[in-house]
């Protein structure tokens, strides 16, 4: 069993930046893919980043080149960095690992990109 909190979201003005969190306990997950997810209101979750167990990223386009998502095993910890936000960044943040037929989620963290 593997629990994810999400931390880190916040209200931020346009071009801002921040640093979300997701800190797993109850297993190690270093041996694991990690993904973040989000979800917009009124619109359906979509995947944003993945970082392998060997280190390995991946990127949503609407997000390439402005965000990096790295993880730290030793505080079995993954995180996304956001850089230069825009408005429909605005969304609740989830990370998201699997593990074997097992899937494991955060509660998410807010992000709200506004003036």
């Known amino acids: 069993q593997v629990q994810l909190v999400e931390s880190g979201g916040a209200l931020v003005q346009p071009g801002g930046s921040l640093r979300l969190s997701c800190a797993a306990s109850?297993?190690?997950?270093?041996?694991?893919?990690m993904d973040w997810y989000r979800q917009a209101p009124g619109k359906q979750r979509e995947w944003v980043a993945r970082i392998t167990s060997g280190g390995d990223t991946n990127y949503a386009d609407s997000v390439k080149g402005r965000a990096t998502i790295s993880r730290d095993n030793a505080k079995n910890t993954v995180y996304l960095q956001m850089n230069s936000l825009k408005s429909e960044d605005t969304a609740a943040y989830y990370c998201n690992v699997r593990m074997g037929f097992r899937e494991y989620w955060g509660q998410g963290t807010q992000v709200t990109v506004s003036p």
């Open positions: 109850g297993s190690s997950v270093s041996r694991y893919g």
